[in-house]
């Protein structure tokens, strides 16, 4: 049995490098024009520019992609946080400390052709700049919005030393990446506040401006013979006046995380197709709504750009890319599961995703026997996975809390009379019970398990201090003990945790130590934990100070 399935892997390889030669070749630099027989996408992306991880890790996804039929890996480049590439042809950009080089990235995208994925680079281009304004030396160039939100500032689209920097950067890229396609991002873009920008809105509208921008980046890629890829949300949402005034080969990346309907998929394509422009889906699997695990309204939005995007056969189409944002939210091992959803939907449709998804996982990843405990395993998880802000949205009516770590954060966290089940020891039992039956990629499992654990603990040390000073006698001495407790779980998961960052990203990593620039760190997995863990040890050294905190929270009486 392992013999023939060894054998059936290398075939596969085989014949998908070959496919990658003669059979793919839309996918990689051709002259920026549709054929209208392109193999359509099907892809997952890596948030690179927020936290490089290791190349090991990125040839065990496009390893993933091969095995199952995905035939791109959107590799994100550049960010506020820094470059995820050493540039040569701009100096002084703001890089990350474990960024790669040139040389690096070019064999992982042989690794990748060798495999039949494709790498679609993606440099933002907008909004998202901070890699560029950021830097002492390009600071003259950052445009921002005085009426916007102070995140996501852009660079001035008007001023004359922009373009030119940005076809260096375009060049240099496209001689690592062969893509057909390059991703200029340009989503979320706060902009108009320089004197440049003011002076140019004084003759002409926003959209014009916008519009005349990414048709001059959208030239630059055509000069390189790449298709032109932009984010939607300005283009078909906040500003649609933009997108008639777009050269039509620029492709409209169309970003959704919170619908399940198809239907406002369905119309945004409708959009582009009859503007005379092509789209790409892009579903999201972690993003901005959730914590370390997505849940089954996630697989809902996937369900639906997948028979949107795919099943409908729109020749406006080009295909779909499940988005994944910021690794420093989950663990990095214990997602697979969400992408081999993800792969099924994309290449049978959502009902056969729906239906044996994540049994095929479990009997293809982990080469389990699959049965009910393993299928009440994962529905439970997906149901149970909690949220951030409104509850309502998940089966179990979960809010994902930020691990209080400050005497202001425990005293607000006390004080919520909410006292939600924790479903997450009920799903670690499950998963330890499966546990013997797993027969491949065990430290995988091992990643699921823990992402299950800090759910788990997160929601037990809020839980378990309301329900003990429930509890008669309460007095110093068990304020003390119940604070040790938490003090050394929550320095155990730590340990945990940093090992796991440590196995596949770099242990200095900024991400890891520090927040994020421009963001807030509530969703910044380990480093929220270790503040979280910081906390618990002061006050377990200092456990009258703890004692007072639940007296002064009415807890006591």
């Given at each position: 049995?392992?013999?023939?399935?060894?054998?059936?892997?290398?075939?596969?390889?085989?014949?998908?490098?070959?496919?990658?030669?003669?059979?793919?070749r839309?996918l990689?630099?051709?002259?920026?024009?549709?054929?209208?027989?392109?193999e359509?996408?099907r892809?997952l992306?890596?948030?690179?520019?927020?936290v490089p991880?290791?190349?090991?890790?990125?040839?065990?996804?496009?390893?993933f992609?091969?095995?199952?039929?995905?035939?791109?890996?959107?590799?994100?480049?550049?960010d506020?946080?820094?470059s995820?590439?050493?540039?040569?042809?701009?100096?002084?950009?703001?890089?990350?400390?474990?960024?790669?080089t040139?040389?690096?990235?070019?064999?992982?995208?042989?690794y990748?052709s060798?495999?039949?994925?494709?790498?679609?680079?993606e440099v933002?281009?907008f909004?998202?700049?901070?890699?560029?304004?950021?830097?002492?030396?390009?600071?003259?160039?950052?445009?921002?919005?005085?009426?916007?939100?102070?995140?996501?500032?852009?660079?001035?689209?008007?001023?004359p030393e922009?373009?030119q920097?940005?076809?260096?950067?375009?060049?240099?890229?496209?001689?690592?990446?062969?893509?057909?396609?390059?991703?200029?991002g340009?989503?979320?873009v706060?902009?108009?506040g320089?004197?440049?920008?003011?002076?140019?809105?004084?003759t002409?509208?926003?959209?014009?401006?916008?519009?005349?921008?990414?048709?001059?980046?959208?030239?630059?890629?055509?000069?390189?013979?790449?298709?032109?890829?932009?984010w939607?949300?300005y283009v078909?949402?906040?500003?649609?006046?933009?997108?008639?005034?777009?050269?039509?080969s620029?492709?409209?990346?169309?970003?959704?995380?919170?619908?399940?309907?198809?239907?406002p998929?369905?119309?945004?394509?409708?959009?582009?197709?009859?503007?005379?422009?092509?789209?790409?889906?892009?579903?999201?699997?972690?993003?901005?709504?959730?914590?370390?695990?997505?849940?089954?309204?996630q697989?809902?939005?996937?369900?639906?750009?997948?028979?949107?995007?795919?099943?409908s056969?729109?020749p406006?189409?080009?295909?779909?890319?499940?988005?994944?944002?910021v690794?420093?939210r989950?663990?990095?091992?214990?997602?697979?599961?969400g992408?081999?959803?993800?792969?099924?939907?994309?290449?049978?449709?959502?009902?056969?995703?729906?239906?044996?998804?994540?049994?095929?996982?479990g009997e293809?990843h982990?080469?389990?026997?699959?049965?009910?405990?393993?299928n009440?395993?994962?529905?439970?998880?997906?149901?149970?996975?909690?949220?951030?802000?409104?509850?309502?949205?998940?089966?179990?009516?979960?809010?994902?809390?930020?691990?209080?770590?400050?005497?202001?954060?425990?005293?607000?966290a006390?004080?919520?009379?909410?006292?939600?089940?924790?479903?997450?020891p009920?799903?670690?039992?499950?998963?330890?019970?499966?546990?013997p039956?797993?027969?491949?990629?065990?430290?995988?499992?091992?990643?699921?398990l823990?992402?299950?654990?800090y759910?788990e603990t997160?929601?037990w040390?809020?839980?378990?201090?309301?329900?003990?000073?429930?509890?008669?006698?309460?007095?110093?001495?068990?304020?003390?003990?119940?604070?040790?407790n938490i003090?050394?779980?929550?320095?155990?998961?730590l340990?945990?945790l940093?090992?796991?960052?440590?196995?596949?990203?770099?242990?200095?990593s900024?991400?890891?130590?520090?927040?994020?620039?421009?963001?807030?760190?509530?969703d910044?997995?380990?480093?929220?934990?270790?503040?979280?863990?910081?906390?618990?040890?002061?006050?377990?050294a200092?456990?009258g100070?703890?004692?007072?905190?639940?007296?002064?929270?009415?807890?006591?009486?």
């Amino acid at each position: 049995m392992t013999t023939g399935l060894t054998n059936r892997r290398e075939f596969l390889r085989a014949a998908s490098s070959l496919a990658a030669m003669i059979g793919r070749r839309t996918l990689w630099a051709s002259p920026a024009t549709s054929t209208g027989n392109e193999e359509k996408i099907r892809g997952l992306m890596v948030d690179a520019a927020r936290v490089p991880e290791s190349l090991a890790f990125y040839r065990r996804i496009i390893d993933f992609c091969s095995d199952w039929e995905l035939n791109m890996l959107q590799f994100r480049l550049t960010d506020d946080q820094g470059s995820a590439l050493r540039f040569s042809s701009v100096p002084n950009l703001v890089t990350h400390p474990h960024a790669f080089t040139p040389d690096e990235l070019h064999k992982l995208v042989e690794y990748g052709s060798a495999r039949g994925v494709a790498l679609l680079p993606e440099v933002e281009a907008f909004g998202h700049t901070g890699y560029i304004t950021r830097s002492p030396a390009y600071a003259h160039l950052l445009d921002s919005d005085p009426r916007g939100s102070a995140e996501f500032t852009g660079i001035i689209p008007v001023h004359p030393e922009t373009p030119q920097l940005f076809e260096r950067l375009f060049r240099e890229v496209s001689a690592i990446f062969p893509s057909k396609y390059l991703h200029g991002g340009c989503d979320e873009v706060n902009w108009g506040g320089s004197a440049l920008s003011r002076k140019a809105l004084q003759t002409r509208t926003r959209a014009d401006i916008w519009a005349a921008w990414l048709n001059q980046l959208n030239g630059v890629a055509q000069s390189l013979g790449r298709t032109f890829i932009v984010w939607a949300d300005y283009v078909l949402g906040k500003e649609p006046d933009i997108l008639p005034r777009l050269e039509k080969s620029i492709v409209i990346m169309d970003w959704n995380y919170w619908d399940t309907d198809p239907v406002p998929f369905r119309k945004s394509l409708e959009r582009v197709r009859t503007n005379g422009s092509r789209g790409i889906g892009a579903p999201g699997l972690i993003s901005y709504r959730w914590g370390p695990r997505p849940g089954t309204p996630q697989l809902g939005n996937i369900d639906a750009f997948a028979d949107v995007y795919l099943a409908s056969g729109d020749p406006a189409s080009l295909g779909v890319i499940l988005t994944n944002w910021v690794p420093s939210r989950y663990i990095q091992n214990s997602l697979w599961d969400g992408f081999a959803y993800a792969a099924v939907a994309f290449n049978r449709g959502a009902a056969a995703a729906r239906a044996s998804a994540f049994r095929s996982f479990g009997e293809r990843h982990f080469g389990a026997q699959w049965n009910q405990t393993w299928n009440e395993a994962f529905t439970l998880l997906y149901d149970a996975a909690p949220i951030f802000g409104n509850e309502k949205a998940t089966p179990l009516g979960l809010r994902l809390p930020v691990p209080f770590s400050t005497e202001a954060e425990l005293t607000a966290a006390l004080a919520d009379r909410t006292h939600p089940a924790n479903p997450f020891p009920h799903v670690r039992e499950l998963l330890l019970a499966v546990q013997p039956s797993v027969n491949r990629n065990l430290t995988d499992f091992e990643a699921l398990l823990l992402s299950v654990r800090y759910l788990e603990t997160l929601f037990w040390r809020r839980s378990v201090i309301k329900d003990s000073a429930a509890a008669k006698p309460f007095d110093t001495e068990a304020a003390r003990n119940l604070i040790q407790n938490i003090a050394d779980r929550d320095r155990s998961l730590l340990d945990a945790l940093n090992r796991d960052w440590e196995s596949g990203r770099p242990a200095d990593s900024p991400a890891k130590l520090a927040p994020l620039y421009g963001m807030e760190p509530k969703d910044q997995l380990v480093f929220q934990w270790s503040r979280a863990a910081a906390f618990s040890a002061e006050l377990a050294a200092h456990p009258g100070r703890f004692y007072a905190l639940l007296h002064s929270a009415g807890l006591l009486r």
